[in-house]
């Protein structure tokens, strides 16, 4: 059973549109079933399930039966959610009777629901003439085929509307999570990562002979290569050996996959497109040979497609043009895909994975570029070149908008211009309550181009700024005196007022690409201070470059990651009073900065006592802390409306850091992107955080709120909501809060949005 469950997954999975998915399945369930008929039912737009596919009933049926939730066995496993198992179907109060089917024949009945992300999606239906009591194993079969399906049916589903390359486009609409506030209308580029067969981007070519000429020139480059190799080899193979090398040149050839491909690329499909859907074609149809010899070809096929497509994927990067409004769009997008497109010309970014935690999406927050994260169902190797719409303040994607739709947005744009403009007129002026109470507002930091935003939008200090941003960009370690100058820079640009400087802080998702961490449980693993205690080199050249930069400013402060425990503290802190002693033995005339610890793992809020007494301020990692504390990786897109920064446990532990770091009299900033939510800036203020450390883009809108409200009634706002029991309510307290202090404009659009439903 184990091998056709897995078969039928993949063969489902690797079906190019919904329909054709929903027949491999009705088929193929019904022959691993033993079964006479098997059926699809999926719920359309007014919430009817409608019959979809059937091996088995009357096929003029599909798209005609279509029942209510509640109605016939199907709409009862709709409501019930769980199966329906009969061996008299007929005899049952709810059996209905829908005579275009055929289907009184069928005396047994079992159903299944579709569920994905707690809905309903569908229903997976298997009949027999004969009465059969399908027992315990056949239900449990069609339950994991259906929980398998699910997510492939939902993907097939969002993706359908824009499948039909080349036909006239369809809006379709893509849900993921806010990543960067703010809107962009522009096109979409696709970055694939190299050479993978299966992330080749659909790209409609301009001149059909210009493109067979350019992947005739391809094979071309990889037949010379493969005749070097075999030629350098020569003399260490043996004569069978030898003809796998042939073997490659003649699967080259017109006669087979160039004669292949040439004929995909006249119907449409531009060459590394063809290509890769030819190789995984054929590498599909190796896989599920019997004969261990053949299955091993596929891996000849999968090299060579490589081959192939590395060459077709070069060339096409050389002479990439990119478009005025390019938004990247990618599975994966890291920090240094973003380096890829010139600044200028960057308006937004569309990722695939992640979560508006990741750090990619900090990255684009501190760049001030609209992003969405995590639109799981996005079709993203169909999507080059085409106009995109970012929503990133509510975390939607429009894939060929319409006028209305792209009207809509463009008055956003001009609203949100306003409102920056509007923003300006704050920079000189102080982060004070309307009665009185001043509020500290430092930035995050990381990008050189940080520094000069937040100098212009009237910063007073930096609260965290992150040092392995300038290690990602880099194939190697810097040296210590490249940090040096680095970190002078920092800390020059802002003298005299204070920068902290965290330490490396590398593990979770941000691997370095020099010093990869492979790792099951990255978020939990080696982490932050754990790298760098376990590599005192590391540490001790960044913390003498740190010291060395501040010589005559005297304005660094020294932040240690993902602190569990005192023992870590006081060994980075011996590590550090090594570096100033040597340092100050050496002749520097420097100061001996405060070291301060994040408070970003549940361990350290019931430690921030002890850690407090050893150490010059604290600073908290909301971002990590929240994960910690709801046990919601902030990277899995799967998860990220669990990840709630308003939930209870996490308000309480906050000011529980603060009361503890207070009575221990040490003073404790926040530098979680918590900080930069102007709703979220309210209750933090409250709680007694002594500064608020955010993006550049977001302080303004920050100080503008607090400017406009009372510390007093963010007090009984914050009395009132701590004691709530969910995060939702919190939510909608706190919205209602900014509604009636007239700032709701400053967390999302108030343009009116009637055109989506
Ligand atoms: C945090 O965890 O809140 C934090 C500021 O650090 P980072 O986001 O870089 O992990
Ligand atoms: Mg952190």
């Known amino acids: 059973m184990l091998n056709s469950l897995r078969s039928i997954v993949q063969e489902v999975n690797s079906a190019r549109d919904l329909t054709s998915a929903l027949r491999i399945i009705v088929s193929s369930v019904k022959s691993a079933m033993r079964t006479q008929v098997c059926s699809v039912y999926l719920v359309d737009q007014a919430g009817d399930y409608v019959l979809m596919a059937t091996d088995g009933l009357n096929t003029d049926a599909v798209g005609k039966v279509r029942l209510h939730p509640g109605e016939g066995l199907v709409g009862r496993v709709v409501v019930r959610e769980e199966p329906i198992n009969l061996e008299h179907a007929e005899a049952h109060p709810s059996y209905q009777y829908f005579p275009e089917t055929g289907e009184e024949r069928y005396r047994s009945f079992l159903g299944v629901p579709i569920i994905h992300h707690r809905k309903v999606l569908g229903v997976l239906v298997v009949q027999q003439i004969e009465q059969r009591r399908f027992d315990e194993g056949d239900e449990s079969f069609l339950v994991t085929m259906s929980a398998q399906l699910a997510g492939v049916i939902a993907h097939a589903e969002a993706t359908g509307g824009i499948k039909d390359i080349g036909q006239k486009a369809v809006q379709a609409r893509f849900l993921g999570s806010p990543g960067s506030s703010g809107v962009a209308i522009g096109e979409a580029v696709v970055i694939a990562p190299e050479a993978d067969l299966r992330s080749v981007p659909f790209k409609p070519y301009v001149d059909l002979e210009a493109e067979i000429a350019f992947f005739q020139r391809c094979l071309m480059a990889v037949r010379e290569d493969i005749k070097a190799l075999g030629a350098k080899l020569k003399d260490?193979?043996?004569?069978?050996?030898?003809?796998?090398?042939?073997?490659?040149?003649?699967?080259?050839?017109?006669?087979?996959?160039?004669?292949?491909?040439?004929?995909?690329?006249?119907?449409?499909?531009?060459?590394?497109?063809?290509?890769?859907?030819?190789?995984?074609?054929?590498?599909?149809?190796?896989?599920?040979?019997?004969?261990?010899?053949l299955r091993e070809r596929a891996t000849d096929l999968r090299d060579l497609g490589r081959r192939v497509l590395a060459?077709?994927?070069?060339?096409?990067?050389?002479?990439?043009?990119?478009?005025?409004?390019?938004?990247?769009?990618?599975?994966?997008?890291?920090?240094?895909?973003?380096?890829?497109?010139?600044?200028?010309?960057?308006?937004?970014?569309?990722?695939?994975?992640?979560?508006?935690?990741?750090?990619?999406?900090?990255?684009?927050?501190?760049?001030?570029?609209?992003?969405?994260?995590?639109?799981?169902?996005?079709?993203?190797?169909q999507l080059d070149g085409r106009p995109l719409i970012v929503d990133g303040y509510r975390g939607s994607v429009y894939c060929d908008p319409d006028e209305l739709v792209v009207k809509h947005y463009k008055a956003i744009a001009v609203e949100d211009l306003a409102l920056v403009k509007g923003l300006e007129a704050l920079k000189d002026l102080p982060c004070e309550t309307t009665d009185n109470y001043r509020l500290t507002?430092?930035?995050?930091?990381?990008?050189?181009?940080?520094?000069?935003?937040?100098?212009?939008?009237?910063?007073?200090?930096?609260?965290?700024?992150?040092?392995?941003?300038?290690?990602?960009?880099?194939?190697?370690?810097?040296?210590?005196?490249?940090?040096?100058?680095?970190?002078?820079?920092?800390?020059?640009?802002?003298?005299?007022?204070?920068?902290?400087?965290?330490?490396?802080?590398?593990?979770?998702?941000?691997?370095?690409?020099?010093?990869?961490?492979?790792?099951?449980?990255?978020?939990?693993?080696?982490?932050?201070?754990?790298?760098?205690?376990?590599?005192?080199?590391?540490?001790?050249?960044?913390?003498?470059?740190?010291?060395?930069?501040?010589?005559?400013?005297?304005?660094?402060?020294?932040?240690?990651?993902?602190?569990?425990?005192?023992?870590?503290?006081?060994?980075?802190?011996?590590?550090?009073?090594r570096v100033f002693n040597e340092l100050i033995e050496e002749g520097y005339k420097v100061l001996m900065p405060p070291v301060g610890v994040m408070i970003e793992v549940p361990a350290a809020v019931y430690q921030t006592r002890e850690l407090a007494a050893r150490s010059g301020f604290l600073s908290v990692g909301s971002n990590d802390l929240t994960q910690y504390l709801l046990a919601v990786d902030r990277n899995n897109a799967r998860v990220a409306d669990l990840y709630q920064a308003f939930h209870p446990a996490v308000l309480r532990a906050l000011q529980h850091i603060v009361t503890e770091a207070h009575a221990e009299g040490v003073s404790v900033s926040i530098c979680g992107e918590l900080a930069g939510d102007p709703s979220a800036a309210i209750l933090l203020m409250a709680m007694g955080f002594d500064v608020l450390s955010m993006s550049a883009a977001n302080l303004p809108k920050v100080k503008s709120v607090i400017r406009g409200i009372s510390l007093s009634l963010a007090k009984a706002l914050l009395a009132e909501v701590i004691v709530m029991a969910?995060?939702?309510?919190?939510?909608?307290?706190?919205?209602?809060?900014?509604?009636d202090a007239d700032v709701t404009r400053l967390i999302r659009p108030v343009v009116s949005d009637d055109f989506e439903e």
Do not use: C
Request: no cysteine; hydrophobic share 45%.
């Open 236 to 293: 260490r193979l043996n004569r069978e050996e030898r003809a796998l090398f042939d073997a490659y040149l003649s699967m080259l050839d017109d006669a087979s996959l160039g004669g292949e491909v040439t004929e995909r690329i006249r119907k449409g499909a531009n060459a590394s497109y063809a290509w890769s859907e030819v190789i995984l074609e054929h590498e599909a149809t190796f896989n599920s040979m019997d004969d261990a010899y």
């Open 311 to 381: 060459y077709l994927l070069e060339s096409n990067k050389k002479g990439r043009v990119y478009p005025e409004r390019a938004i990247l769009v990618g599975e994966e997008l890291t920090a240094t895909m973003l380096g890829e497109i010139p600044p200028e010309k960057l308006v937004g970014l569309v990722s695939v994975e992640g979560s508006s935690n990741s750090h990619v999406a900090i990255l684009a927050r501190a760049m001030g570029i609209p992003t969405v994260m995590g639109v799981v169902d996005l079709p993203y190797l």
């Open 441 to 577: 507002l430092w930035v995050n930091t990381g990008l050189m181009a940080d520094v000069v935003r937040s100098l212009e939008r009237g910063a007073e200090g930096v609260g965290l700024y992150r040092t392995e941003i300038p290690f990602l960009m880099r194939d190697r370690f810097p040296s210590e005196e490249e940090q040096r100058i680095i970190y002078r820079e920092q800390l020059a640009a802002f003298a005299p007022n204070p920068v902290t400087i965290r330490t490396l802080d590398i593990g979770g998702d941000k691997a370095l690409p020099y010093f990869p961490i492979e790792e099951a449980n990255p978020f939990l693993g080696w982490r932050g201070i754990r790298v760098t205690l376990d590599h005192p080199e590391i540490f001790l050249a960044q913390v003498r470059a740190m010291i060395k930069a501040s010589e005559g400013l005297d304005n660094l402060r020294i932040l240690l990651p993902m602190i569990t425990s005192v023992p870590e503290l006081d060994a980075s802190k011996a590590l550090i009073t």
């Open 726 to 739: 969910d995060a939702d309510q919190i939510r909608e307290r706190i919205e209602q809060f900014l509604g």
